[in-house]
């Protein structure tokens, strides 16, 4: 099946600690992006990568890093300056960086202890 | 940067009853996108809507594009229990290079009384 996966479904980290989100596709997409949604909210752009080796930050980038060695994968680290992790966290794909159809992953609820 | 109102923030009705949405936006937009989202799970897209004036059906639902540009509606008729999540617009304005990510409306979270 052709999808985007994303893992662990839950995640929780304790104070000071940096944790990382997997995003996985194999739709063959070029553009990844990553969102934060948090209750009652909207989803916020953290990261985004058109492509291999590329990626910009969004509206909401500080205290997070990402990483675009494969086509395939787009990582996410909440590291330790992300004062208020807590959040559901949403990685999409879609075919180019200028094609508007996004198709999102299940999603990590991240809790910190 | 762009803002998305979407309302009703929340809808309260009866299983079979008709059900309207609607954003706008505080630019012109030229993509919208109407995206559903159940408790725990990734949003998934609905209908997608590329051109100013156009009416899209995807089942029971139906989605247009306001000639404005600046609003979208969705419509679902003869709702039934499946419906029940967050509805959410998006949409994407070029003005700026139009290579990030999508602006969302806060969502439309509909609930359905047997």
């Known amino acids: 099946d052709g999808g985007i996966t994303q893992s662990p479904k839950y995640l929780f980290r304790k104070e000071g600690q940096n944790v990382t989100l997997s995003c996985e596709q194999n739709?063959?997409?070029?553009?990844m992006y990553w969102y934060r949604q948090d209750p009652g909210q909207g989803l916020r752009l953290i990261y985004y990568?058109?492509?291999?080796?590329?990626?910009q930050k969004g509206d909401i980038a500080e205290g997070y890093s990402v990483s675009r060695e494969k086509k395939e994968s787009f990582p996410l680290t909440v590291t330790s300056a992300q004062k208020n992790p807590t959040a559901f966290y949403l990685c999409?794909?879609?075919?180019?960086?200028?094609?508007?159809?996004?198709?999102f992953g299940p999603g990590t609820r991240l809790l910190v202890l | 940067g762009q803002q998305l109102n979407q309302s009703p923030q929340s809808m309260f009705i009866q299983e079979g009853e008709d059900v309207s949405m609607n954003c706008t936006s505080s630019?012109?937009?030229?993509?919208w996108l109407w995206y559903k989202q159940e408790p725990g799970e990734g949003p998934v897209l609905l209908i997608a809507?590329?051109?100013?004036?156009e009416l899209t059906s995807n089942g029971r639902l139906t989605a247009q594009f306001g000639i404005t540009r600046k609003d979208s509606f969705l419509n679902i008729s003869a709702s039934i229990p499946s419906d029940v999540g967050i509805y959410f617009c998006?949409?994407?304005?070029?003005?700026?290079?139009?290579?990030?990510?999508?602006?969302f409306g806060k969502g439309t979270h509909l609930i359905i009384q047997p």
């Open positions: 999409a794909s879609s075919i180019s960086a200028n094609q508007e159809t996004q198709y």
């Open positions: 739709l063959n997409h070029d553009a």
């Open positions: 990568s058109q492509i291999v080796n590329d990626f």
């Open positions: 630019s012109i937009f030229n993509t």
């Open positions: 809507l590329y051109k100013a004036g």
């Open positions: 998006a949409g994407r304005d070029h003005s700026g290079g139009g290579a990030d990510g999508l602006t």
